[in-house]
């Protein structure tokens, strides 16, 4: 990224540090007090998060936190406030909803093409969850006693907070399927937002979306006027004719993540607030964790 530069690293593994960064590093106070940083990319696993946005905040270092946010909402809120206390910019990296297909999504929903929305659905598949080694680029999952939702579920959630706003209430079903695992690996998920436009995320890792595409599924977005699809290879279609088809070959999954990265930075430059700044972020998790107590309940449960 233009006028970006990483200078340091840390890592418990120091050659993975050294792979990355000039200066290498295994302990992250050692580097937060040695280096003169204007931000920190903290993209660990959740149970680190908290404990290192507050090794940041304290020395009043930016960061960008990876989602799971934080292992409970409780831990996201003190992580939010601990921010808000120091006055330090914390944004919570989650880049689906800067896929192309969905910021093209939220400008024709706001321009009307659909009229006054009412309803949606995502269907998230990709088949790398069933056998006796499910999962096999990132194996931790297995472990998860929360794993769906929490770790993948959650960005449709948010990418329909971002087009309808925040979420006041969530209805769930989660079962597992592949004993190999510990958390869920099925859930249907059904949220109301606080324009009264209400949605559905549906999602399982046992099969692939046909067709296939980098955005693991495909997409509807209903108003009383018209139709928006996204299908899983970048296409978005209104009322049944194809209006866009986005490129799918650039980074990852249309390049958001470079375009998360670049609305950090620049908010840092101008100021400006950020689209999932840690405390705004707090609906999402609240809606995840809303989504494990409706199926504990067996009810909807307020956000």
């Not at 321009?111 to 790398?128: K, M, T, V, W």
């Not at 959630?157 to 190999?180: C, K, P, W």
């Amino acid at each position: 990224m233009e006028g970006v530069e990483i200078v340091a690293a840390c890592d418990p593994v120091e050659q993975k540090a050294a792979e990355c960064a000039a200066r290498a590093y295994t302990d992250a106070a050692a580097m937060l007090d040695s280096e003169p940083l204007d931000f920190v990319d903290i993209a660990t696993r959740p149970d680190t998060h908290l404990p290192l946005v507050k090794l940041a905040v304290d020395r009043k270092v930016a960061a960008i936190c990876q989602k799971p946010v934080a292992e409970s909402l409780a831990q996201a809120v003190e992580m939010a406030e601990a921010a808000e206390a120091g006055g330090v910019p914390v944004m919570v990296h989650e880049n689906w909803r800067w896929q192309p297909w969905y910021r093209e999504v939220k400008a024709r929903v706001d321009a009307g093409e659909i009229g006054q929305p009412l309803a949606y659905s995502f269907r998230l598949r990709q088949r790398d969850g069933l056998g006796p080694d499910p999962f096999p680029n990132q194996p931790y999952f297995r472990e998860m006693p929360r794993l769906l939702v929490y770790e993948t579920l959650i960005h449709p959630m948010d990418t329909a907070r971002f087009l309808f706003g925040d979420i006041v209430s969530v209805y769930a079903q989660l079962r597992r399927h592949n004993e190999r695992i510990a958390g869920e690996d099925r859930a249907v998920v059904v949220m109301e937002h606080v324009s009264r436009v209400d949605g559905v995320v549906d999602g399982h890792r046992w099969t692939n979306p046909d067709p296939a595409g980098v955005a693991m599924g495909d997409s509807w977005f209903e108003g009383d006027a018209g139709v928006l699809r996204v299908l899983a290879d970048g296409r978005v279609y209104r009322n049944g004719e194809l209006v866009t088809a986005h490129d799918t070959s650039v980074g990852y999954k249309g390049d958001s993540v470079r375009a998360t990265q670049q609305h950090f930075v620049d908010c840092l430059r101008t100021g400006a607030k950020f689209e999932t700044g840690v405390h705004e972020y707090l609906n999402s998790f609240a809606a995840v964790e809303a989504a494990y107590r409706s199926a504990a309940e067996g009810r909807r449960i307020l956000v």
